[in-house]
């Protein structure tokens, strides 16, 4: 299968050429029709890297590489059934790779073959050869663990690997197993909520950096490791970019958000400045210009930008979440109300923003207001505690205790604080005693 030799990039259509001529020369040559299948890979022309990675192991039938890259991809694109095969099919070929390990265990998650799953991660904990592997494959056991109805053990294992590797998802994990056996969690809120990937090195994966071409390709290598946390790593590959695009806008705004990330502020403004003199009309420059400002304390102008930003992309949950903080913080609770009116009438509702709108709503003792809030942030975010507890508080003063006590409950299954329970249990009972003499 050929494809992406005319492609508009000519470093990249030149590149894959090349590797195409030399499985032409090479026919039954294993690894030269696996390195075309890897250029593909490594630049989005999946389907062709699926069949390449095919007639490579056809050709090398003893090579591990090629059906564990095509296993990768199948798992990519969500085919974990042939995925599975594929990393049998490697696995038995070389079954001391501990990152393939792990890639199975997740993959049978995934399926609900927990079983299966356990012993997968057990087997990557034998094998790991470094950090990142030992802590993905105790958090992988952990879930495993956890799903199998062996709250204990997981919380045990969770324990211990919170102290030396406190990533979100272990901390979210041991937040799980501690509700399973009715313990307070130590998990702050705003964990409960972060959404960050567990990775772990993969050398042969990482084998496909090196096939690499052209400026697009290397666009989205570099935020593939920006949006992992290296920006440092992604400044590597973003400023040579700049060389051969100065004005492009994706690159500009990944280049902003790297020199943020790093510790460069007045570089990260400049290149926003220089964004939108060029597009004025991309949001994202507005939109990352507002943080910028925010973080200097001009929330004047980052009002303007978060304004000149919705009206670009009116549906952009991020802006409107961070206009009615801005609002929220300035104290202009009206503005803030009509903000977040204005993101749901645009179809945006999130649970953060609905639990704000709560409090406000809360504050001025608005009781239904604050209610319906609340319901729309637990409906969006069942397992946030917060927002049990502040409906419970809101039912309670709205003199609906029964109600009052069902949230309450759910707060304090979700891992709300002892303190603030009690707090809270007091109070209903209090109102509900007044009420009732």
């Known amino acids: 299968m050929v494809a992406g030799v005319d492609a508009d990039d000519a470093e990249l259509a030149a590149f894959l050429r090349e590797r195409v001529d030399d ?32 007639h490579a192991a056809a050709l090398q039938p003893d090579e591990f590489l090629w059906p564990y890259l095509r296993a990768l991809l199948l798992a990519h694109q969500g085919d974990y059934e042939r995925a599975l095969a594929d990393l049998g099919r490697a696995l038995a070929l070389d079954g001391d790779y501990a990152p393939a390990w792990l890639w199975r265990g997740n993959w049978l998650m995934d399926l609900g073959r927990v079983g299966e799953a356990a012993d ?51 901390l979210r994990l041991l937040a799980s197993a501690g509700r399973a056996l009715g313990r307070e ?19 042969l994966r990482a084998r496909l950096d090196d096939f690499v071409r052209g400026f697009d390709a290397r666009l989205r290598q570099a935020e593939g490791v920006l949006s992992r946390g290296d920006a440092e790593a992604a400044l590597d590959i973003l400023e040579p970019l700049r060389k051969q695009r100065p004005g492009d806008r994706t690159l500009l705004n990944n280049l902003a958000i790297a020199y943020a990330a790093t510790g460069k502020p007045a570089t990260a403004m400049e290149t926003l400045q220089e964004g939108l003199r060029l597009h004025d009309d991309y949001y994202l420059f507005h939109f990352n210009a507002a943080v910028a400002y925010e973080e200097r304390g001009d929330t004047r102008t980052a009002l303007m930008h978060l304004d000149r930003a919705l009206s670009l992309q009116p549906a952009f949950s991020p802006a409107h979440e961070r206009k009615v903080l801005v609002l929220i913080g ?10 977040v009116a204005t993101a749901l009438a645009e179809g945006v509702q999130t649970a953060s923003m609905m639990y ?5 709503e809360g504050s001025r003792g608005r009781w239904g207001n604050a209610i319906r809030h609340f319901h729309q942030a637990v409906s969006l975010a069942p ?55």
């Open 185 to 203: 969690s130590d998990l702050p809120p705003s964990v409960e909520i972060e959404a960050v990937a567990l990775e772990w090195a993969d050398p």
């Open 383 to 437: 397992r946030l505690a917060r927002a049990h507890l502040a409906l419970a508080r809101s039912l309670a003063e709205a003199g609906r205790h029964d109600e009052a006590r069902g949230a309450l409950d759910d707060a304090e299954r979700l891992g709300a604080a002892s303190a603030d329970i009690a707090s809270a249990r007091r109070r209903i009972e209090a109102l509900s005693t007044s009420e009732s003499s």
């Open 23 to 54: 499985a032409v020369a090479n026919p039954s040559s294993g690894p030269s029709r696996g390195r075309l299948a890897m250029a593909y890979d490594a630049n989005g022309f999946d389907e062709a890297a699926v069949a390449g990675y095919s």
């Open 330 to 339: 300035q104290q202009r609770h009206d503005d803030a109300l009509a903000a």
């Open 120 to 170: 997968a991660f057990r087997r990557a904990l034998e094998l790991a050869p470094d950090e990142s592997t030992r802590v993905a494959a105790d958090a992988g056991l952990a879930r495993a663990l956890l799903a199998q109805g062996d709250a204990e053990d997981a919380h045990r294992l969770l324990s211990r690997l919170a102290e030396s590797a406190p990533h979100p998802v272990v």
């Open 356 to 360: 704000r709108a709560g409090v406000v």
